[in-house]
């Protein structure tokens, strides 16, 4: 799944959850060093399919690994660790560039 900001950068997703009655997203900006939330109110879907190993955890559905190697929080406080961790398993699965950093 690929969203755009209102700035044009494109971001690719990771998880969809519901607070509030607001669809929110998990995004994976370059050069932030960690998922950051977008508001659908905010962004537009320019790709709706998600691809990849998803899961239902509470309230929305993340890619796996950030719920089975425990990631979630860790890399939402801008963890390194966690942020490498994810990039790696993001990297084996081809769904960032090599270079992606």
């Known amino acids: 799944m690929k969203i755009q900001e209102k700035d044009g950068e494109i971001v690719s997703v990771y998880s969809i ?6 669809t ?4 994976f900006p370059k050069n932030y060093g960690g998922l950051r939330a977008y508001d659908l ?6 790709e709706p399919d998600l691809m990849g190993d998803f899961v239902f955890f509470e309230d929305g559905i993340y ?8 990631l979630l929080d860790d890399i939402l406080e801008r963890d390194e660790t966690a ?10 699965e081809g769904r960032v560039d090599p270079d992606f950093y």
């Open 24 to 27: 929110l997203f998990l995004g």
């Open 83 to 92: 942020y490498h961790r994810f990039l790696e398993i993001l990297k084996a």
């Open 41 to 46: 109110a905010n962004v537009s879907v320019i």
């Open 63 to 70: 890619h796996s690994a950030l719920i089975k190697e425990r």
């Open 17 to 22: 959850y519901w607070i509030n009655n607001k």
